[in-house]
């Protein structure tokens, strides 16, 4: 599919728009997620923090309860184990929270709200994840204290729920003591931050979203508005360009015109005269015929002779049989004939051969030179220079006038824009500068318009 060149400018707007939205909400997202699980794992961590610390104190007050009778006992006082046993089972609290109470070698001695573990060994017992339970806490037992997560039956219901233990041992007795919360409310809340961290994620890259179709909308109506004001604006252009085209042409029929009328027309007529002169005498047998004949022969000649001239200056052959120097000399050595004004013509030969385009912008800014020269600047020498260069063709018109005023060389009649023009199209450059002794037009075409000799075949410019 091709596209226009409007569509190519929005594309070349919005893409890079386009892309640079997508990654910072790329970035946004993942730099806002790795920071709320940075967050949420410091609220879990403080959560479960709190919840050992809760652990702590229960089993403070359990120790505070058999206490006294732990410390007058004796390692076999198999009374006071009964009566530790009896306190432990009757402190329970809330609907999940009991102290349970293992033996060395596993047995489990106390569990108030699962009375099914109780008098059983459950050594090497491990919960549905494979974590070992019964054998972890009493390692840590017999280390003194510690914290153990496992997955346990919840008492109430009966469903497996994550568990945080606190566990202390009695060396004398043999014993690992300890209690445990369900942390199930922790892990909601946990959830529920991360439900909304990931809520929160999700707005920001739809606004960031919203952010990128406002932006490429506004892009979008900024080139179409641009695209309206730029095709009024071409159509304005091409309008008076048209224009311009007419008064051209119009200009140069005028031209035309003027010349016929001027120089043919009364030419024609000095023939019409002598010739009706001629017959009258010849009539008359008055010898003189012959010598009307002869002057209008003359003038005849004269015709055809201003004929070659209009038509030479419409379009010369020597442009295109001999090249531009030889076309530029012979308008010039025409012009200073024409007009008493001194010409001097300098050319260097060309190494390569000047296309036709540019042959013919040329010879036509040198035309238009002339013609200014002879009309406006009151010269009374004009040097013409054409010559090639490394970098093109050159040609420059320099004389001895007047001058241009500033705001003839700012606003620049439609001769003055013509050859502009002329350069514009061919990709190359127009100086003009004018002082108060004179100015020089100097034109240069690249040197893409300069064609490789055919051959070994000379051919000059």
Avoid: C
């Avoid at 809520?199 to 892009?219: C, D, K, M, N, W």
């Avoid at 020498?381 to 705001?407: C, F, H, S, W, Y």
Wanted: glycine share 8%; net charge neutral; proline share 3%.
């Amino acid at each position: 599919m091709k596209l226009s060149y409007g569509q190519k400018i929005f594309l070349l707007a919005t893409l890079p728009l386009v892309l640079a939205m997508l990654t910072v909400g790329f970035l946004v997202q993942r730099e806002s997620r790795e920071m709320a699980d940075r967050e949420i794992a410091g609220l879990e961590a403080q959560l479960i923090a709190a919840k050992k610390a809760e652990l702590r104190n229960y089993l403070s007050i359990a120790r505070t309860a058999f206490g006294p009778i732990y410390g007058n006992a004796l390692p076999d006082d198999e009374a006071a184990k009964r009566e530790v046993l009896q306190i432990l089972a009757a402190m329970t609290y809330g609907n999940e929270g009991f102290y349970f109470v293992y033996d060395y070698e596993g047995n489990n001695l106390v569990s108030p709200r699962q009375t099914w573990l109780i008098e059983r060994n459950w050594a090497g017992l491990k919960d549905p994840e494979g974590t070992p339970v019964v054998d972890e806490v009493i390692r840590l037992a017999r280390q003194g204290a510690g914290y153990h997560s496992y997955v346990w039956p919840k008492p109430s219901t009966g469903e497996n729920a994550n568990m945080v233990s606190y566990v202390i041992g009695l060396q004398d007795w043999r014993w690992a003591i300890g209690t445990g919360i369900f942390i199930d409310d922790v892990l909601t809340s946990v959830a529920a931050a991360r439900a909304e961290t990931e809520a929160r994620v999700q707005r920001t890259f739809l606004y960031i979203g919203a952010i990128t179709l406002a932006s490429v909308l506004v892009v979008f109506l900024s080139g179409l508005m641009l695209n309206l004001r730029e095709r009024r604006l071409a159509e304005d252009k091409l309008k008076a360009l048209t224009q311009r085209v007419f008064d051209t042409q119009e200009e140069e029929r005028g031209r035309v015109a003027r010349e016929l009328h001027d120089s043919i027309s009364q030419i024609l007529v000095g023939v019409r005269y002598t010739l009706e002169l001629a017959r009258r005498r010849q009539a008359t047998g008055d010898a003189r015929a012959g010598e009307s004949l002869n002057s209008g022969i003359d003038h005849l000649n004269g015709a055809i002779q201003e004929v070659r001239r209009i038509s030479r200056d419409l379009r010369p052959g020597v442009l295109d049989d001999l090249g531009l120097g030889p076309a530029l000399q012979s308008l010039a050595e025409e012009f200073g004939k024409r007009t008493g004004i001194k010409v001097e013509f300098e050319t260097v030969v060309f190494r390569n051969r000047l296309d036709q385009d540019a042959k013919i912008a040329l010879y036509r800014i040198a035309q238009e030179a002339l013609t200014n020269i002879e009309r406006h600047a009151g010269a009374t020498e004009v040097a013409v220079l054409v010559r090639g260069t490394k970098n093109g063709a050159i040609l420059r018109i320099q004389d001895n006038g007047r001058g241009m005023p500033p705001q003839r060389a700012e606003v620049q009649g439609l001769g003055l824009r013509n050859m502009a023009e002329r350069m514009e199209r061919l990709d190359g450059t127009l100086r003009i500068l004018s002082t108060k002794t004179g100015t020089t037009i100097e034109a240069q075409v690249p040197l893409t318009h300069m064609l490789p000799p055919a051959g070994r075949t000379k051919v000059s410019a």
